[in-house]
């Protein structure tokens, strides 16, 4: 077959990232005899910073055909750059689209959604030139963001979003998803029409592969123990309920790990009375985080209830490292990830003394007792499943 991935997110195997989804899936669809072009935009989102090609890949990376669609930069993932940014992505990507499917025909189009407005025109596209589209579900859109917005006037193009949505579900060949709590929500609009969900794949392997015994930097100290927070560190105020129940663990240091902050002292006029154990570090380079994560005792996944972002995508490191890790996540779409208790401690928001309480039974918990992501969250396992049913349509 002759399929074509479209995904403006995911990381691909030059950026600095670890690969999320569909660079798996373009890989393991080569490796099962497909022809493979992948279509991206040249904006990574994760890392906030234009591609380029690289000189050299390797196999089976190097069989793919790749396309970057030009794109606009932007620093706040909301914002009218960002906007402007998937509106450049869509109306360029309905381009090039056309022009692919006129020189060879495809036989299949896998969609990541969203983008709303590029999987509206994928999707009717699909339609014009008769070739299948699955539409891939990996966000509520716009749902995810209706509870932040108060003002009538902005629900507007949140509803326009809706109605986009809901018709590219409706006229795609085939649903899947990384959640099945996904498909549930979105039933009406499926209808009848094939569905089923895949979750992100881990490759641990790749962390281990990349492990140094001898790795050194200048805020790692072998003889210390160290937890880890992966992310933004500007707007998230349940780092401060962090920072409080820290105070209880002098023992213990806390990475900061992000591009929230550029140093310890540009942080530190931004954060009160913050406890001598917390540690910035920036951002990192992918080999010194995956270094870092494998000498860490265990990590933090929070969720601001303001916030945009209910599910961070930075669990996914901590699983490839078999990381334990506490969290305040309850939605059900996080709970399908998390299924082993004794590797994710649950605290509620804001409630300093439970976080403690969290934090000291880790203290007890044996590392290896966090793999509990094992075979259902293998990446060979899942995407051979997913490529062995986008066979099937």
């Known amino acids: 077959m002759k399929i074509i991935i479209i995904s403006a997110f995911d990381p691909l195997p030059w950026d600095d990232a670890q690969l999320i989804r569909y660079g798996y899936l373009a890989a393991t669809l080569v490796e099962r005899g497909h022809t493979v072009s992948y279509i991206s935009s040249s904006f990574f989102h994760l890392n906030k910073c234009q591609r380029e090609f690289p000189v050299k890949l390797v196999k089976p990376f190097s069989e793919i055909k790749w396309h970057l669609i030009s794109t606009s930069s932007y620093k706040k ?67 995810s963001m209706e509870r932040f917005v108060k003002s009538q006037i902005l629900k507007f193009p949140l509803r326009f979003h809706g109605a986009l949505r809901n018709f590219s579900i409706k006229n795609a060949n085939a649903i899947c998803s990384v959640s099945s709590y996904y498909l549930n929500f979105l039933k009406k609009q499926i209808g009848n029409k094939k569905n089923s969900h895949f979750p992100i794949g881990i490759n641990s392997g790749l962390f281990y592969s990349m492990y140094e015994q001898n790795w050194k930097k200048d805020f790692f100290h072998p003889d210390k123990k160290y937890f880890v927070y992966l992310g933004s560190s500007t707007h998230n105020r349940e780092l401060q309920v962090l920072f409080n129940a820290m105070k209880k663990f002098p023992a213990y240091h806390l990475l900061l790990v992000g591009k929230g902050h550029k140093n310890q002292k540009d942080f530190n006029r931004s954060h009160k009375n913050l406890p001598p154990n917390v540690c910035v570090t920036g951002g990192l380079p992918f080999h010194d985080l995956v270094n870092l994560l494998f000498r860490s005792h265990a990590g933090f996944a929070l969720a601001d209830s303001e916030s945009f972002t209910s599910f961070p995508s930075k669990i996914f490191y901590y699983m490839s490292a078999n990381l334990p890790y506490i969290t305040n996540i309850q939605n059900e779409e996080f709970l399908e ?56 349509i």
């Open 77 to 143: 993932n909301v914002s009218l750059g960002r906007i402007l940014n998937h509106v450049q992505f869509a109306f360029r990507l309905k381009k090039l689209l056309k022009k692919l499917i006129s020189a060879e025909k495809p036989d299949l189009i896998v969609c990541a959604f969203p983008p709303v407005l590029s999987s509206y025109f994928i999707v009717k596209i699909g339609k014009k030139y008769n070739v299948p589209v699955v539409l891939d579900i990996q966000d509520l859109w716009p749902e």
């Open 337 to 392: 990830f998390a299924k082993n208790e004794e590797a994710v401690k649950y605290y509620p928001s804001g409630k300093i003394s439970k976080l403690a309480e969290r934090i000291e039974e880790l203290e007890m918990l044996d590392r290896k007792d966090s793999l509990y992501h094992g075979e259902n969250f293998s990446a060979e396992k899942v995407y051979n499943e997913y490529a062995g049913w986008l066979e099937g």
